[in-house]
């Protein structure tokens, strides 16, 4: 419910989008190039003034500050809610596991170790709050701006529109694919990170014992082993994150190589103005963000996923006492 009042202004920031990027192409073809201004002409006429050429320039360019600045106005309002949304539902989360705690049955005291259970609702739940208050806004925000500047590509020649879609289509088949075996790490490296902290907090209790029997060096090997396993994992996780951003980049950096070249063809050849040409190369470089933070945003929401389904396989494990 809270979510969807914030989509009216999700809405209108894809009207304004589209319009800051139709109005550059307006600013070169009818201002600079002077297609407002035809047979020597030295006014027109814009919103009933009359404006002479470097007027019809300044006009231009203050509707597009005036844009920017109300997109950028949209943008901070649509974040904000959405962190408002998020720390409200953490706070209840976090409480709701706490209660959980105060409910569990008297064995399973014996079975739980007070450093994990201290971890999973401090740090581990962590993650679930922000994804809340983005589980809805986030896709339709950067999925509207997305689609916004593909149709405003297609819009100005198919040819350039067709580039763009056949990019963005590989990136969004490929991506997720390799990003499969990021989410067995990130489990991995979740579930020996809190295995250590619970075993860390064992040597501390139980530190009289290992100086009593004088098996420091077995603790210390052990958990030498554990950090070796924690570093595997991450290692192989960087390695594969890196190798993903490293396409994603390749991806997002040879389509305006192709705009320029397939573009200026058909400039060259009076098929497309220079201004059109421009505005798809404007309105290309904001589109590879959204396309990367909305699979980044798929990624996430699986990551928070399997986080959720490990915090709840903890404390839903047995039945509990009633409130």
């Known amino acids: 419910r809270d979510q969807l009042r914030i989509v009216p202004f999700v809405l209108l920031t894809m009207v304004v989008y589209y319009a800051s990027l139709d109005l550059p192409k307006t600013i070169i073809n009818e201002a600079i190039q002077g297609g407002r201004f035809p047979d020597g002409a030295t006014s027109t006429t814009f919103f009933g003034l009359e404006l002479g050429r470097l007027e019809f320039l300044f006009a231009l360019s203050m509707i597009f500050l005036g844009l920017i600045v109300l997109n950028g106005w949209l943008k901070f309002r649509i ?14 989360l976090r ?49 509207g701006q997305a689609l916004t500047a593909m149709v405003f590509i297609v819009y100005q020649h ?25 989410l067995v790490l990130g489990r991995e490296r979740q579930l020996t990170a809190r295995a250590l902290a619970g075993r860390i907090a064992e040597t501390v209790d139980g530190a009289a014992e290992i100086h009593a029997n004088a ?36 991806l997002s950096q040879v389509t305006p190589f192709l705009f320029y070249t397939v573009g200026g063809y058909l400039v060259i050849m009076g098929r497309l103005d220079i201004g059109a040409l421009v505005a798809v190369i404007a309105a290309y470089k904001d589109l590879p963000s959204p396309v990367k933070e909305l699979i980044d945003w798929d990624q996430q929401r699986l990551d928070v996923e399997v986080k959720y389904q490990q915090v709840m396989e903890v404390f839903l494990d047995e039945q509990v006492a009633p409130a």
Not at 129 to 141: D, H, K, Q, S, V
């Open 79 to 92: 974040n904000t809610m959405k962190g408002w949304m998020g720390e409200r539902m953490l706070r209840r």
């Open 95 to 143: 409480y709701a596991l706490y209660d959980y705690i105060l409910r569990f049955p008297l064995q399973r005291f014996r079975r739980v170790k007070a450093a994990e259970m201290a971890t999973m609702i401090k740090d581990e739940v962590e993650p679930l709050g922000g994804f809340i208050g983005e589980a809805l806004i986030t896709p339709l925000f950067l999925g």
């Open 158 to 182: 198919w040819a350039l529109g067709l580039i763009a879609i056949a990019v963005v289509g590989v990136q969004a088949y490929l991506i997720p694919r390799l990003r499969k075996r990021l």
């Open 215 to 250: 098996t420091s060096n077995y603790e210390r090997a052990e958990i030498s082993a554990r950090l070796g396993r924690i570093f595997r994992i991450r290692f192989e996780y960087y390695q594969r994150k890196f190798l993903i951003k490293f396409l994603n980049n390749f």
